[in-house]
């Protein structure tokens, strides 16, 4: 036997089994940090992180909001042509109707963006306050109201289903 013929035993295939497992995880992670990168991220806010920093000061906003004792009612009902009425009643601590210097609604789908808007409401009477709007959508919609009476704020927020 020559010295060639010993040297030429079958070369092992676990180098390029390993090489292939790598290969193959490699290219999943990159196709997941792709996929995380360029999908929605969850968040609602730009701003997350001064939000998380001012957490303390949303406290006491609610604070200062829950000590008003104002209330709020909501209601949203057809007005025809695939419109909505909606209809907000402003209570004082004791029950008594509340007369606010700006009350503004803002609606938001909850379950798709790009069809959020705003509308400020018209006084209609001793706490009563309303607007005709016209909802793009059916299904659930998040009503964020907002009432302003002097330097008191309060606001809250609804969950209605539309259905024209």
């Known amino acids: 036997m020559t010295g060639r013929e010993q040297s030429a035993k079958p070369r092992s295939k676990i180098p ?11 290219a999943a992670n990159g196709a997941m940090i792709a996929f995380a990168i360029t999908t929605w991220t969850g968040l609602e ?12 000061d949303r406290l006491d906003e609610r604070a200062a909001q829950a000590a008003l004792g104002w209330q709020t009612a909501l209601a949203l009902e057809p007005a025809g042509s695939g419109a909505a009425q909606l209809t907000v009643r402003l209570l004082g601590p004791s029950g008594e109707a509340l ?3 700006e009350v503004r609604a803002r609606f938001k789908r909850p379950t798709m963006e ?23 959508l059916p299904g ?25």
């Open 45 to 56: 806010t730009r701003s997350a992180y001064k939000d998380g920093l001012a957490y303390n």
């Open 16 to 26: 390029w089994i390993f090489f292939g497992f790598f290969l193959t995880v490699f």
């Open 99 to 101: 007369h606010a210097d």
């Open 140 to 164: 659930q919609w998040d009503v964020m109201l907002r009432v302003v009476k002097g330097d008191d704020q309060h606001s809250s927020k609804r969950r209605v289903t539309w259905q024209p």
């Open 114 to 136: 790009g069809h959020d808007f705003e509308v400020a409401l018209e006084n209609n009477g001793p706490g009563l306050y309303g607007s005709q709007v016209s909802l793009p």
